[in-house]
């Protein structure tokens, strides 16, 4: 173990997280919200590569594959979710889906 | 010298994301997102994860990434898609992008022209990996199977075309 600091790595992961949780907080279009999940998934799985590297194990990249197969099953399902809204409210924005019909 | 490129791929990676989350057209947005992903995996790569930084390049930049397109695309349809292309195509769109990624370029190109004296990390190749996989993590590779089934059946049911689920759903 040379050269990146663990410590570095796991910051940059943190800040990545973050950003996207404050994508996901701001943002009001569906689209960039699945975005911001994507990055925060993402995020998620630098910290697992970077804990990997450090102990030279392979367990942290079959933590990434996992949250890979997770971000593909989620962004299948929250587009085609995405899709059926704009099929039925004609927009995209987030806060016209605050009331349910029950 | 790795970690100068450690430092450089995340401030790259760290402005492709705000970039991402300040954008207010969807495309735009999905444009600094791939970059940002790229960048990832340039990071992957520096900390000794090959296997990884070739599966975020596939699967996240290309095949998610692609989906997004496709969504974006279908959303898009009218008269003012002819007008809005006309926009995206402008420089000032694709400039920073192209440039933020020249510079993933040239790192990959120094990581691989300087060989293993660029790398740092333990290095976990393909090998240990699937050894792992397909050892004691074999039951896990199945439960990710059924999630991707159970995904692949929900992405059919939610985006099928149907007449009847927008005739109901005009009238709520």
């Given at each position: 173990?040379?050269?990146?600091?663990?410590?570095?790595g796991?910051l940059l992961s943190?800040v990545?997280?973050?950003?996207?949780?404050?994508?996901?907080?701001?943002?009001?279009?569906?689209?960039?919200?699945?975005?911001?999940?994507?990055?925060?998934?993402?995020?998620?799985?630098?910290?697992?590569?970077?804990?990997?590297?450090?102990?030279?194990?392979?367990?942290?990249?079959?933590?990434?594959?996992?949250?890979?197969?997770?971000?593909?099953?989620?962004?299948?399902?929250?587009?085609?979710?995405?899709?059926?809204?704009?099929?039925?409210?004609?927009?995209?924005?987030?806060?016209?889906?605050?009331?349910?019909?029950? | 010298?790795?970690?100068?490129?450690?430092?450089?791929?995340s401030?790259?990676?760290?402005?492709?994301?705000?970039?991402?989350?300040?954008?207010?057209?969807?495309?735009?947005?999905?444009?600094?997102?791939?970059?940002?992903?790229?960048?990832?995996?340039?990071?992957?790569?520096?900390?000794?994860?090959?296997?990884?930084?070739?599966?975020?390049?596939?699967?996240?930049?290309?095949?998610?990434?692609?989906?997004?397109?496709?969504?974006?695309?279908?959303?898009?349809?009218?008269?003012?898609?002819?007008?809005?292309?006309?926009?995206?195509?402008?420089?000032?769109?694709?400039?920073?992008?192209?440039?933020?990624?020249?510079?993933?370029?040239?790192?990959?190109?120094?990581?691989?022209?300087?060989?293993?004296?660029?790398?740092?990390?333990?290095?976990?190749?393909?090998?240990?990996?699937?050894?792992?996989?397909?050892?004691?993590?074999?039951?896990?590779?199945?439960?990710?199977?059924?999630?991707?089934?159970?995904?692949?059946?929900?992405?059919?049911?939610?985006?099928?075309?149907?007449?009847?689920?927008?005739?109901?759903?005009?009238?709520?």
């Amino acid at each position: 173990m040379s050269g990146i600091p663990m410590v570095q790595g796991l910051l940059l992961s943190v800040v990545l997280f973050v950003l996207g949780l404050v994508g996901v907080l701001v943002r009001r279009n569906l689209i960039m919200i699945l975005m911001s999940l994507e990055v925060m998934l993402n995020a998620t799985g630098l910290a697992f590569i970077v804990a990997g590297s450090r102990w030279g194990e392979a367990d942290g990249q079959i933590m990434f594959l996992l949250i890979l197969t997770l971000a593909a099953a989620e962004v299948g399902v929250g587009l085609g979710l995405a899709l059926q809204i704009f099929r039925r409210w004609h927009t995209l924005d987030a806060d016209v889906l605050t009331g349910m019909k029950g | 010298m790795a970690l100068t490129l450690f430092y450089i791929t995340s401030a790259v990676a760290i402005f492709a994301t705000v970039m991402m989350i300040t954008r207010l057209n969807a495309v735009h947005g999905l444009l600094y997102l791939i970059l940002s992903l790229l960048a990832v995996g340039v990071l992957f790569f520096l900390l000794g994860a090959h296997f990884a930084a070739v599966l975020e390049v596939i699967i996240y930049a290309g095949a998610i990434m692609v989906l997004f397109v496709f969504v974006i695309m279908m959303l898009n349809q009218g008269q003012k898609t002819l007008t809005q292309e006309r926009v995206w195509l402008q420089p000032g769109v694709w400039i920073g992008p192209s440039l933020l990624s020249a510079i993933l370029l040239v790192e990959m190109w120094i990581i691989v022209g300087y060989g293993n004296g660029a790398e740092t990390g333990s290095v976990v190749n393909a090998k240990q990996v699937g050894i792992a996989l397909y050892g004691p993590y074999l039951l896990v590779v199945e439960l990710a199977s059924m999630l991707l089934l159970a995904g692949l059946v929900g992405a059919y049911h939610f985006g099928r075309p149907k007449q009847k689920a927008a005739k109901t759903g005009r009238s709520s």
